[in-house]
């Protein structure tokens, strides 16, 4: 059996239907799936854990403390949600680039 995690990610183009990836080595398998907003968060991550048994979900640093808690709750206490985190000059650096682009 396979460790399955998941990346979540936001941008504000996104379509789940369409951007997303899976990388399946036998032994370990990672979903990548960028959203659009919170509530396409939510759906993503509870379908991920029901239909695909989804082991841990980690999420980009654009998930705000409630936005991860709300994930948290609807994927239930059996499944790790993690957050990552940069330090405060490699935040800055990509706040920068992300105000620049999706501008």
């Not at 997303?20 to 799936?33: E, N, R, S």
């Not at 808690?69 to 059996?78: H, K, L, R, S, Y």
Request: proline fraction near 5%; glycine fraction near 6%; charged fraction near 25%.
């Amino acid at each position: 059996m396979a460790f399955k995690a998941a990346f979540i990610a936001h941008a504000p183009d996104a379509d789940p239907e369409q951007h997303g990836a899976v990388i399946d080595t036998g032994k370990y398998k990672l979903f990548v799936v960028v959203v659009k907003d919170q509530e396409q968060a939510l759906e993503t991550a509870g379908a991920l854990v029901e239909r695909e048994g989804v082991h841990s979900i980690l999420l980009c640093p654009g998930f705000t403390h409630k936005d991860i808690a709300e994930i948290a709750e609807t994927v239930g206490p059996d499944v790790s949600v993690c957050v990552a985190r940069g330090d405060s000059p490699s935040n800055k650096a990509v706040a920068e680039i992300m105000r620049r682009e999706w501008a």
